[in-house]
C-alpha cells in the first residue's frame, strides 16, 4: 500500500505551522508544500486576486501524485472555497469550517473573536460560519494587518500585537481563534497580552479534522518545500522559527 500523499497551500510561513503538525501526527504521510511567498500578504488582496492565486496553487501541486489538498490559509478558504469546491478535481481541506466547530465546542459565553487577514475579515466567513452554528452567538472580528509580513521578516509584532488585541483586554469574549494560520507563531505573545482568554488555532483544527487510520510498519515521509519566490531568505527564516532545516525549492511553474 502507498503512502498516502498531501498536498498543503498557503502564502508562506503559515502553511508551515500546518505541516509541522501534520508531519508530527502522520509521519506516514507524504507532504507537498507550496508557499506562495511571490504574492504574500494575501490579506491585503482582492477577492479576484486570490481566486486567480488559488487556482495557480492547485494547478501547480496537481502536477504531483497527491491524493488531496489542505486549504492551510483562512485568506483563500474565505474567498475560495465555496466557489472552488464543488468544481475541483481534487479534494479539498478546508480550514475555517473545524475551527468554527472547535471554538463553538470550547467557548463557554458563546462571545468568540476572530484574529484574522483583512481579506477574511471582509468577507465575514468566521462570522457567518459561527452564526451558522448558533444565531445567538457574539462575533467580534479583529483585522490582524501587518503581522504577516512582520512574521515573514522575522521582525517584532509586540507593537501592533498590543494594538489590535487591546479591545479584547476587559472584554468578557472567553474565546479567540487565530483565523490566520501564521498567528500560531505568535502565541506565547497573545496569551501574555490576554491569559484569560483560550485561544483556538486554525492550523491545529485543519490537521485534527483530518481523520487518517494509523498504519503500523510505517515508513517514514520526506516533506517536499516549495515556493514562488527567493528560497533563500524563507529557507533562513523557516529554518530558524522551527528548529530543523526547511530547504525550499523554487517551484516551476507556468502562470
Ligand atoms: N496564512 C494565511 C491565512 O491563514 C494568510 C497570510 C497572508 O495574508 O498572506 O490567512
Do not use: W
Not at 57 to 85: E, H, W
Not at 126 to 134: A, H, I, M, V
Not at 144 to 169: A, D, F, H, M, R
Request: charged letters at 20%.
Amino acid at each position: 500500500m502507498s503512502n498516502l500523499c498531501l498536498g498543503v497551500m498557503d502564502s508562506g510561513m503559515g502553511g508551515l505551522t500546518v505541516v509541522d503538525l501534520l508531519h508530527k501526527k502522520y509521519p506516514e504521510i507524504k507532504i507537498v508544500f507550496l508557499g506562495d511567498n511571490a504574492n504574500m500578504p494575501y490579506g491585503d488582496k482582492t477577492k479576484q486576486q486570490i481566486m486567480g492565486f488559488v487556482k495557480n496553487n492547485i494547478s501547480f501541486l496537481s502536477t504531483f501524485s497527491i491524493d488531496g489538498i489542505l486549504i492551510a490559509c483562512n485568506t483563500m478558504d474565505s474567498n475560495c472555497y465555496q466557489s472552488i469546491k464543488d468544481n475541483c478535481d481534487i479534494k479539498l481541506y478546508p480550514i475555517i469550517q473545524p475551527t468554527c466547530q472547535k471554538a463553538f465546542q470550547i467557548s463557554k459565553n458563546k462571545k468568540i473573536a476572530v484574529l484574522a487577514t483583512a481579506a477574511t475579515v471582509k468577507s465575514n466567513a468566521y462570522k457567518n460560519s459561527l452564526e451558522r452554528l448558533d444565531r445567538q452567538i457574539e462575533v467580534k472580528q479583529i483585522n490582524g494587518t501587518g503581522l504577516v509580513e512582520l512574521i515573514e521578516q522575522n521582525k517584532n509584532c509586540q507593537n501592533l500585537l498590543e494594538k489590535y488585541l487591546s479591545p479584547l483586554k476587559n472584554s468578557d469574549y472567553d474565546t479567540l481563534i487565530l483565523g490566520c494560520t501564521h498567528y500560531p507563531l505568535l502565541s506565547d505573545k497573545i496569551k501574555a497580552i490576554l491569559p484569560n482568554i483560550q485561544l483556538v488555532s486554525s492550523s491545529e483544527e485543519l490537521v485534527n479534522s483530518l481523520h487518517i487510520t494509523k498504519r503500523d510498519n510505517i515508513t517514514v515521509c520526506d516533506v517536499d518545500y516549495y515556493v514562488t519566490a527567493n528560497p533563500l531568505p524563507f529557507n533562513d527564516i523557516a529554518s530558524n522559527i522551527f528548529g530543523y532545516p526547511i530547504n525550499a525549492i523554487i517551484a516551476n511553474r507556468k502562470e
